[in-house]
């Protein structure tokens, strides 16, 4: 199974960026997804997740500002950030979460991260 991540860049605060992460190598309609986050220093934090059904869950420093979506057409999830802050700045990775209802969530397989950088 592989994950590849991509979207990620430099933007000002306030402004917004969509991650991309498409998944081969598994029946996507099977996995739930989940998008994490990581900065020197820090552990890896989970930031948002969606389920086989669609159900979603955001930390709540996002809630309100990111979005996850999934679209199993094309094998993608994606986290859309709008009002982006500084302190969102982090190595995003996307993930393959074994269930949605438990945490911490059991991670099956990581991508790459995609850099996120906000500047003031």
């Known amino acids: 199974v592989q994950l590849q991540a991509s979207g990620g860049g430099l933007v000002q605060a306030g402004g917004s960026l969509r991650l991309s992460c498409v998944v081969s190598?598994?029946?996507?309609?099977?996995?739930?997804m989940a998008w994490y986050r990581q900065t020197p220093g820090k552990q890896r934090e989970p930031v948002a997740a969606?389920?086989?059904?669609?159900?979603?869950n955001y930390t709540d420093s996002v809630s309100g500002r990111f979005t996850i979506s999934r679209d199993n057409a094309k094998n993608t999830v994606y986290l859309q950030m709008i009002s982006l802050k500084p302190e969102d700045t982090a190595l995003y990775y996307c993930?393959?979460?074994?269930?949605?209802?438990?945490?911490?969530?059991?991670?099956?397989?990581w991508g790459r991260g995609t850099q996120v950088t906000v500047s003031s």
């Open positions: 969606i389920s086989t059904l669609y159900e979603t």
């Open positions: 190598g598994s029946v996507f309609n099977y996995n739930n």
């Open positions: 993930a393959k979460v074994r269930f949605f209802y438990e945490k911490p969530y059991v991670v099956d397989y």
